[in-house]
């Protein structure tokens, strides 16, 4: 950490500031600049997390310069990880597809869905037995009904089941039926939440926050992995901007931006990140050229009547269009050694 | 709501929207526009929410008309409501002040705070003894012994208690506790944890979300309400922008839009609005002229050695001015019978 | 500047940053941490402003300490600055008030409008005869037409005249016929009419971007001052945010942000700021609370037959109503020696 | 337009309001609904530009259906345009490159820029001699001597010679020079700039705002081709968010909504769009996928030297590099018919 003194701080000023690094078991090492003083602050960096120097006379502003997160960095783990979902390895050569309605509405709903899914090569269903609504008066999801349609789903299909949890009392319940458990948008900073799953012993999908830096995105799966869970995978799926034209503003940029700060898989869902389904083919194919490890996409056998989320819902026709080209597009960066994401630089 | 229908809409596009509508039990009604064709529909609204119009051949665009919340609209309830706390009054003649230490950090710090607040004539105790932090090795809070300083504070002193819940598990112990219970900022979706609160029999405070729009904070009351708890108050804590000067950016226009959409109180809190103490005062007295039923402000008794949020906080001498301040203020206000917000208009 | 190496970065590396700097005429000091080095830059800032060291291998971060602005700056100027616009005082003890309809449309309109704005108490006419409009079949004024019924206007009523300059080429004659250039905020960083509106020996305000940060505004501030000419001032009007609901979200603590980086006066803009007249006094009020200096406001005889902006143009009797109630808590304030903003902190 | 009105608006306020659209030429038609009344406008939409029907009493909310550009939008031009500059054809089968540094700083360093950026196989030379800068104190640029160097690359290698053009005083000088037209972001609402290049007899790349939405954006199209230029380039170069990580957020899906709005060509700035070089690669390759026209990168001979946005610019290796991956890519596309966008749905 540096502390930027102000221009007209007093020698007292310093001292008290030098003091209080003092106190912490910290160094201070304090640099005369010509209009104003600077003190560095070396040590261990968890423990000025809670020193509120800004507060102090004469400081005018401190600025962080090692990360909050440790577990999810680059720093502590070179290497990208690749997290196993009973077999299905995301992180490594291929990219994941995760698949499926917005929520669980039929069981007759979700098998026609997931045979569309299957049938399209992804590895993954996805669908919502709990969905977190604006409303209290949308449709909430079938709850345990859903989970136990999606474990059906499974059998049937052989794909793994990824869906949202968003109460703590459904972790254990989620986590015996799901083979991953998803935690959403809204709840990215639910701390309870996050250190609930973080103790299910099932990976994790977290999904980034409405309007989540990256920063809070990280420490949110440092929450995860700090009690003891090292399989999170991480969802860019549009952050809220000015721009009202699309649903969210799918921020592509973040899945190279998480490959240079963490080793953790990233994929993206451009069905959220953009809430139109004429968009989510291009974005598709950009995300997996920008390097992401998989994607997310809504399929409904007739969007026309889901019960959440049509419009951006993909038919079945686009979503194997998609698969088709997303598969040619991998195996083409793959022949042709195209890497997007230098990480030895 | 309304739909618009693309420029090349087919007769059978039309057809079929008509068709979804009707089978939902609302009523259709067709305008013929130069360019497109308008689709009204006309009905109870709660229908509404999930079908998927958009979704559906040639339909450019719906627009909502009707809002999506109803316990919590003028519309419903046209007078401006009035909660009462064990005795407080909050969104009545005067302005209500919450004020005490981000963190309860200890009994000595909570009583040396409480006996300032009470001071400076504030009605309410604030202090976390449940933190929610971006990073999990940040100070997360006393948790239940927080809990018993803050009742035993108001013991001391006579002043009502209000504190943060972040998880469901802990709704119970906290209601035992406060007399009012706070959803944080990072909550605000937590849909579990609204639903919790709703039925714990205690008035709740329900600060905005990081990037919530008006909509979305007035439908989160309404989760509140619906669950039978029509004691919400809310609190504008600052909206995150582009701009890092200050933390967030206080949005005191949300002031007059809640009062026109909704009838629930509107406090604002400053110390969080701007995360620096010196623009606690000016932007606490503008919220008060801008008709907010109260303020929220963070008061340590050495903000430089507090656990979390030092830089907002202000010194007891800072806090005695700007109470001493807001007293002349709200009086001259009455006394002159000036009305910031005219709802007859 | 500080520059934050990585923590992989080689002695090399940190050679050749020091190197650079040197180059420049600068003095690198380096201070070990213990994961990253640090290393200070000391000498003239501006000479940083076009070294990007951030590009230099090993380089994680640089950290600009010292402002890019410096007339516009407190450092540069401690005193709080007046500037007169032909003996009206903006920066002293009285809110200046400017007001008139959004766009000049007609001599009559104008002229009404004009004994509306004097005999509520206003100092200021403003009124657009070149508008800069989103769309180009949008009305776009009465250019030169405009300028001369404003001249007029002010021989009618007394009132000083302020408008806005949107091309170079106008700069001289709006400065002809006005008393104050106005810079809009969608030509906030057109750098070619800030420093021709430096060079016109007219008072400038200085309108906000839509998106600007403060040290773009107060660097824009620079541009004009830079040119020989001092008496600029700035008008908060709103910026862009993901909330809909109002029109931009006026950012009031720019008011004593602007007051604590310089020593310019500032005035707030409600109408734009919100984009309803219904707003317009509960955030009129709060500005002058929050320490403005002054207010511009859109007043329109008959705002639902205005041309332009009419949702935020006040009627006349809202006008006077607002006056009446600016006057009198105006005066409250000098009255109780209220002051929002401290200076001497 | 569809004017909402309030739920307790009287029969008067209808008729008022019908009677302002018939004074306008405009037909009405009213639909009742259950809580509200919508009115339809039916007409020629320049005509509502400038009627400010939400001031009038009891209207809720006006909402837009048909857009205010027309020149700009897909319904006036369904096929795809195609920007002949020179004889290189933007908006084709071939995404077309534009590279370069970011300011011309001297003779050599642009002829030496201009090498590499021939030998990698871009079709157009970049490079600044008018610098926009934040401070007025950061390099300004060569002005025309920077001119005269570009046109002696363009001498030298071949390649079309594109530039930013900052004031309309200089928009003849550079037109004489250059063979495309930039609008820079910062410029992109200065109207009087966007006139004097649709004047100017060449084709212009027009960059979106800092914070433009896509509907300003097109407007500010429409403004250039108002004046009979129909050679119109977007570019995308990343929208301000609250996100510091990167410069700006790239906003990709940007590139199929304007193919969905618009017939003109758009592509994709990642050095502005991300601010770091590490990111341009995955960033370039990921618009080319999504559907883009082409790419704008920065490219110096020595990006540590560079006098302005060195952080992003590329060496001539990476350059190299990613012009080999995108030729590789486009020709992938091309062969095996993948189409990001299907303009026929």
Same mark, same amino acid.
């Given at each position: 950490?540096?502390?930027?003194?102000?221009?007209?701080?007093?020698?007292?000023?310093?001292?008290?500031?030098?003091?209080?690094?003092e106190?912490?078991?910290l160094?201070?090492?304090?640099?005369?600049?010509?209009?104003?003083?600077i003190?560095?602050?070396?040590?261990?960096?968890?423990?000025?997390?809670?020193?509120?120097l800004?507060?102090?006379?004469?400081?005018?502003?401190?600025v962080?310069?090692?990360?909050?997160?440790?577990?999810?960095?680059?720093e502590?783990?070179?290497?990208?990880?690749?997290?196993?979902?009973?077999?299905?390895?995301?992180?490594?050569?291929?990219?994941?597809?995760?698949?499926?309605?917005?929520?669980?509405?039929?069981?007759?709903? #979700?098998?026609?869905? $997931?045979?569309?899914?299957?049938?399209? @090569?992804?590895?993954?269903?996805? *669908?919502? !037995?709990y &969905? /977190?609504?604006?409303?209290?008066?949308?449709?909430?999801?079938?709850?345990?009904?859903g989970?136990?349609?999606?474990?059906?789903?499974?059998?049937?299909?052989?794909?793994?089941?990824?869906?949202?949890?968003?109460?703590?009392?459904?972790?254990?319940?989620?986590?015996?039926?799901?083979?991953? #458990?998803?935690?959403? $948008?809204?709840?990215?900073?639910?701390? @309870?939440?996050?250190?609930?799953? *973080?103790? !299910?012993? &099932? /990976?994790?999908?977290?999904?980034?926050?409405?309007a989540?830096?990256?920063?809070?995105?990280?420490?949110?799966a440092?929450?995860?992995?700090?009690?003891?869970?090292?399989?999170?995978?991480?969802?860019?799926?549009?952050?809220?901007?000015?721009e009202?034209?699309?649903?969210?503003?799918?921020? #592509?940029?973040?899945?190279?931006?998480?490959?240079?700060?963490?080793?953790?898989?990233?994929?993206?869902?451009?069905?959220?990140?953009?809430?139109?389904?004429?968009?989510?083919?291009?974005?598709?194919?950009?995300?997996?050229t920008?390097?992401?490890?998989?994607?997310?996409?809504?399929?409904?056998?007739?969007?026309?009547?889901?019960?959440?989320?049509?419009p951006?819902s993909?038919?079945?026709?686009h979503?194997?269009?998609?698969?088709?080209?997303?598969?040619?597009?991998?195996?083409?960066?793959?022949?042709?050694?195209?890497?997007?994401?230098?990480?030895?630089?």
């Amino acid at each position: 950490m540096v502390i930027i003194m102000q221009p007209n701080a007093s020698a007292q000023d310093i001292k008290e500031v030098i003091k209080v690094i003092e106190e912490n078991g910290l160094e201070a090492k304090v640099m005369e600049g010509r209009q104003q003083r600077i003190v560095g602050v070396i040590g261990d960096k968890t423990r000025l997390a809670s020193v509120p120097l800004e507060a102090m006379h004469g400081v005018e502003q401190t600025v962080a310069i090692s990360k909050s997160y440790k577990l999810a960095s680059r720093e502590f783990h070179p290497q990208p990880s690749i997290v196993d979902v009973d077999g299905v390895k995301i992180g490594g050569d291929e990219p994941i597809i995760m698949a499926g309605p917005c929520a669980v509405e039929s069981r007759e709903q #979700l098998f026609e869905a $997931a045979d569309i899914v299957k049938a399209g @090569g992804a590895q993954f269903l996805r *669908g919502g !037995a709990y &969905k /977190p609504r604006t409303s209290p008066y949308s449709f909430q999801g079938l709850e345990e009904k859903g989970l136990e349609y999606l474990a059906e789903a499974r059998e049937r299909t052989g794909l793994k089941v990824v869906t949202e949890v968003t109460v703590v009392e459904a972790v254990e319940r989620v986590a015996y039926y799901a083979d991953m #458990l998803q935690v959403g $948008a809204r709840n990215m900073q639910n701390f @309870g939440l996050l250190k609930a799953v *973080g103790r !299910a012993g &099932k /990976p994790v999908l977290l999904k980034r926050g409405l309007a989540a830096t990256l920063n809070e995105w990280l420490n949110a799966a440092e929450y995860i992995m700090n009690e003891g869970n090292p399989n999170v995978v991480l969802c860019e799926r549009g952050i809220r901007t000015y721009e009202t034209y699309t649903r969210n503003t799918l921020d #592509l940029s973040a899945v190279p931006a998480v490959k240079h700060l963490s080793h953790l898989p990233i994929i993206v869902d451009p069905s959220h990140g953009t809430g139109k389904w004429r968009m989510v083919k291009p974005m598709a194919l950009a995300a997996i050229t920008a390097g992401a490890d998989g994607l997310m996409m809504e399929v409904h056998p007739n969007p026309a009547r889901a019960l959440s989320d049509g419009p951006q819902s993909l038919t079945p026709e686009h979503y194997q269009d998609i698969m088709t080209s997303i598969h040619k597009l991998s195996k083409f960066m793959k022949d042709e050694h195209i890497q997007s994401i230098d990480l030895t630089d």
